[in-house]
């Protein structure tokens, strides 16, 4: 299926997201948009699947011009969206949510349907049980009912928003190939990521889009990964990452036999040791959802542990059935959602950037707040840390996800804390700001800060750590040196595939 933008133009407010876009989508080619955060891309593909209407300008499919009106209407007119985020109901089985929503009718054969998505599958190498319960499939697996779920519905162009994000590399690799497959058979794929090297290796073609402008349109073949992260962010952009030797000082994290337990009461963590010294970065890698986020919170003591114990030797403070002994105020933790936990969306940045020590001297004197000392904190902290905002009066919610992380990086890293937890700390960012926030990190292992690094992006673990710890279902399967590991090695690990 081709498609073609037309001037596309589509603003809120005063902001203009798409200035007359004019882009050609071949049939049958894999297309990569690639942009920093606030670029356009969201929007641009929320207009293309029915989601928004354009301002201005014309869509043309087949070169016949089309009005997206509703997600139904792209659906009808053969797109359909992956999102990064799977929209699938665990309890049900495979075939059930490939279906779901589809037809109204009074009598359903479930096993007629079975048996077309088993054959739809086999047809794209989507090999899948029809009958299994969603919940309980790997989640590449589940990418594939997402997939299926698309072509069900006769979906000719397919738009994929990050779909690598939380695979593993064996499933990035079979991903791939069926993305391939499906273009040789005639589907017409948007690939969206900011992987620079999957880009490279998988799509024909690349639009580069930066302030809501395209800056940047080239077969795949005729530039680098440096020519379109330069084309994303304007600039120069350090791709590879120089680390100095590590120089490892004094314990600063101790834990011994940790366990945790979520809201329901089921173990996340089992019975995991570690510890991590000053001017050490720890990786932990793993697939999304096998206790990372129980294992962060527990260390920085906002989760409730079963057993075992968590040591603060340097830092002079002591976990124990998780009752503070004070406040751990030399733990820094940078969590994996920067809005819902690491940010107060309607403050402003200045207000943000003190969440910490607003009860403390110079922001504070007896019980009244020092409002001058907080403008003037705010204003050093956005030179400092780049933060593209006017003034710190700002709410952060108007700041794209690239700037919110570098307030929550300012506040955490302000007090020069012995101990960083770092949790997805470049989710969902741009090469340019993923650039600024792993430099950051790297002039703290300098400084002698110990840096617990968890990541599902395994290229970033291997060379953002000194060590790498691979958690699967809870455990640590393995402790490697970061300087001997192997993709495939970790890789084997993160699936559960090494695991004796």
């Not at 009860?359 to 409002?371: A, D, E, S, T």
Request: contains cysteine; proline residues 3%; charged residues 20%.
């Amino acid at each position: 299926m081709n498609l073609r933008f037309f001037n596309v133009t589509k603003s809120f407010g005063s902001f203009v997201a798409n200035d007359c876009i004019n882009l050609q989508i071949e049939s049958g080619k894999i297309h990569a948009i690639l942009g920093e955060n606030g670029a356009g891309k969201t929007t641009l593909m929320n207009i293309v699947s029915g989601v928004y209407q354009p301002d201005s300008g014309q869509i043309y499919l087949q070169e016949k011009p089309v009005k997206i009106t509703s997600s139904h209407v792209a659906i009808k007119l053969g797109i359909g969206m992956i999102h990064q985020h799977f929209m699938l109901v665990p309890q049900l089985s495979v075939t059930e949510n490939i279906i779901l929503g589809t037809k109204n009718q009074w009598w359903l054969n479930l096993r007629k349907k079975q048996a077309e998505i088993a054959a739809l599958s086999q047809t794209y190498g989507l090999e899948i049980d029809p009958y299994a319960q969603v919940g309980k499939l790997p989640i590449g697996i589940q990418q594939r009912v997402e997939i299926l779920k698309v072509l069900y519905r006769q979906a000719k162009l397919l738009i994929l928003d990050e779909p690598t994000a939380v695979l593993t590399p064996k499933e990035v690799k079979s991903l791939i190939v069926i993305l391939k497959q499906l273009a040789a058979a005639g589907k017409t794929i948007i690939f969206i990521s900011h992987k620079l090297d999957e880009v490279m290796h998988l799509c024909d073609y690349v639009t580069v889009l930066r302030r809501g402008k395209v800056v940047g349109n080239t077969n795949i073949q005729n530039t680098t990964p440096e020519e379109l992260a330069k084309l994303m962010v304007g600039r120069d952009v350090c791709l590879h990452i120089n680390k100095s030797p590590k120089k490892c000082g004094n314990i600063v994290l101790s834990v011994d036999n940790l366990q945790v337990v979520d809201s329901r009461g089921v173990i996340t963590v089992r019975d995991i040791s570690l510890q991590l010294r000053g001017g050490e970065i720890l990786g932990i890698a793993g697939v999304d959802g096998n206790g990372q986020r129980e294992l962060a919170d527990a260390i920085c003591g906002l989760r409730q542990k079963k057993q075992g114990n968590i040591n603060y030797p340097t830092i002079g403070q002591y976990l124990q059935n998780n009752k503070k002994k004070g406040r751990i105020m030399e733990v820094g933790y940078i969590p994996e959602d920067r809005q819902k936990m690491g940010l107060i969306l309607q403050f402003s940045i200045a207000q943000n950037l003190i969440l910490r020590l607003f009860q403390r001297i110079p922001f504070c004197r007896r019980f009244l707040l020092n409002y001058s000392r907080i403008q003037a904190n705010a204003k050093s902290t956005i030179n400092d840390f780049d933060i593209r905002a006017s003034s710190g009066d700002i709410q952060v919610s108007q700041l794209s996800g690239g700037n919110q992380q570098k307030v929550v990086l300012a506040r955490e890293l302000a007090r020069e804390p012995q101990l960083i937890v770092a949790m997805q700390p470049t989710r969902g960012l741009d090469v340019g700001a993923i650039e600024a926030v792993q430099q950051r990190l790297l002039s703290e292992r300098e400084r002698g800060a110990g840096i617990l690094y968890i990541s599902t992006e395994l290229e970033e673990i291997m060379v953002m750590s000194d060590r790498i710890a691979v958690m699967y279902r809870g455990e640590f399967v393995g402790v490697l040196d970061a300087i001997t590991a192997t993709v495939e090695e970790i890789g084997l690990l993160m699936g559960g595939g090494g695991k004796s």
